[in-house]
């Protein structure tokens, strides 16, 4: 975890902004992005959401797309990139992290994606596919809070894709998702390099 939690995960961080530019390939594309103190994982792409973005099952090709705690934007861009006749949505409380994103949306040449905070997101839309690398250091209960409002959002035929280190409860993760009664299943998908891929669908 390259910031404490109460930086990357508060509306406006306290600690200076300190901007830099890494270079990141997604989609077969080398971009250089912006990335700051405050915000999740600033100097790299963060090892789980690599195993995400190599792991996951193409989204759907269109409809609507979720990002979960999207950061600087990684995820979402890809989502983008892979689904131009999609709608992402990259949703996140940090503010600082949401300008960062739609810079590197800017960089990258996507159109096809917004960057907001939760309560923009209008409360009719459901999503055909969900991505997270979920922010697991907020603790169960608002780790929790947060699954619990947005994969419920899932269309009938929706399916949700979370990336969770193993040893920071992937496993007890899964168990809690199969018992909440939202009519939706979990299991295992895949594991790499000591991360577990959930995929979560309407049972």
């Not at 594309?29 to 690599?50: F, I, M, Q």
């Not at 990684?74 to 989502?79: F, H, M, V």
């Not at 399916?159 to 939706?184: E, M, P, T």
Request: charged letters at 25%.
């Amino acid at each position: 975890m390259s910031e404490p939690t109460d930086h990357y995960f508060t509306a406006d961080p306290a600690t200076p902004e300190e901007r830099r530019t890494i270079e990141v390939s997604l989609e077969g594309r080398r971009l250089r992005l912006t990335t700051a103190r405050g915000v999740y994982s600033p100097d790299r792409l963060d090892p789980g959401t690599a195993v995400l973005l190599a792991g996951a099952p193409d989204p759907s090709a269109t409809g609507d797309l979720l990002d979960i705690g999207c950061g600087w934007g990684p995820i979402s861009l890809t989502l983008a990139l892979r689904s131009p006749e999609a709608r992402v949505w990259g949703v996140d409380v940090n503010r600082r992290a949401l300008d960062l994103a739609r810079r590197n949306a800017t960089a990258a040449g996507v159109r096809n994606v917004t960057f907001c905070e939760p309560d923009e997101v209008p409360a009719d839309v459901r999503f055909s596919t969900i991505w997270s690398n979920p922010p697991i250091h907020v603790g169960k209960p608002a780790l929790h809070a947060l699954l619990e409002r947005w994969l419920p959002r899932l269309a009938d035929d929706g399916v949700a894709y979370l990336v969770v280190q193993r040893h920071l409860g992937s496993d007890s993760l899964q168990k809690w998702l199969n018992d909440q009664d939202w009519g939706l299943a979990c299991r295992r998908l895949s594991s790499a390099k000591a991360f577990r891929i959930l995929e979560v669908r309407r049972a």
